[in-house]
């Protein structure tokens, strides 16, 4: 058995979930919370001048416009990372890394 029969229809969340995990991708809701919702996450302010750029396993990876925002983030990386663990049913971060990316004009 492959994992992908079923005796009948499946909820498409469910089927998304089962081929993210074997492509080994963040689970949707996880994605989800960190692109989609990252202003609620962490703020009008912080989402100025930082964003989310990656998932790579159980770290988040952040664009900050400048070292002072890249520091702020990293000060507020276990406030950040428990709200979307809080706010995402499925998928734990355990760490946070930030990149200081100037933006282009």
């Known amino acids: 058995m492959t994992g992908f029969e079923a005796d009948g229809p499946v909820p498409l969340a469910d089927a ?9 991708v963040p689970p949707a809701d996880l994605l989800s919370t960190v692109f989609q919702r990252w202003e609620e996450v962490v703020g009008p ?4 001048h930082c964003r989310p750029a990656a998932i790579e396993e159980d770290r988040l ?9 890249a520091s702020e983030v990293q000060w ?3 406030e950040v990372l428990a709200r979307i663990n809080e706010m995402s049913a499925a998928g734990r971060l355990e760490s946070l890394t930030v990149r200081v990316v100037p933006p282009k004009h």
Do not use: H
Not at 18 to 24: Q, T
Not at 45 to 48: I, L, N, T
Not at 61 to 69: G, Q, R, Y
């Open 61 to 69: 990876v952040v664009l900050a416009s400048d070292a002072t925002w």
């Open 16 to 24: 998304l979930g089962r081929l993210l995990g074997s492509l080994d």
């Open 76 to 78: 507020l990386a276990g």
């Open 45 to 48: 302010a912080v989402a100025r």
